[in-house]
């Protein structure tokens, strides 16, 4: 089971940092992702990081400004995310895979989401 928290409404500009807590299974085997889906949109790849922490990838629209970070003990995975536009408004959802990938469709287990909006 994946929980998904700390979105909320912040100014263009600004920063939140969302969490994704895990229990139920061994966190540190799965690959974490975090993925958006804004109203009318396809749900798209945002980040990710590898089991250990050690790697991770990034949409082109949030390199720089947003950061994925895991805490194995204790079964956490964080997305912070700074200089926020508009256009990153969203539902965030957190992902685990057994394999690092950019398509929704290989994760395995889903987060509840967090919505994300920006003003301007």
């Known amino acids: 089971q994946l929980q998904a928290s700390g979105g909320g409404l912040v100014q263009a500009g600004g920063s939140l940092r969302l969490s994704c807590a895990a229990s139920?299974?061994?966190?540190?085997?799965?690959?974490m992702g975090w993925f958006r889906q804004a109203p009318g949109k396809e749900r798209e790849f945002v980040t990710l990081?590898?089991?250990?922490?050690?790697?991770?990838r990034h949409a082109n629209s949030v390199k720089g400004r947003f950061t994925i970070s895991r805490d194995n003990a204790k079964n956490t995975v964080y997305l912070q995310m700074n200089a926020l536009k508009p256009e990153d408004t969203a539902v965030y959802y957190c992902?685990?895979?057994?394999?690092?990938?950019?398509?929704?469709?290989?994760?395995?287990?889903w987060g509840q989401g967090t919505q994300v909006t920006v003003s301007s």
């Open positions: 139920g299974r061994t966190f540190s085997n799965y690959v």
């Open positions: 990081i590898n089991e250990s922490g050690t790697g991770t």
């Open positions: 992902a685990a895979a057994t394999r690092m990938a950019t398509v929704p469709q290989m994760y395995d287990y």
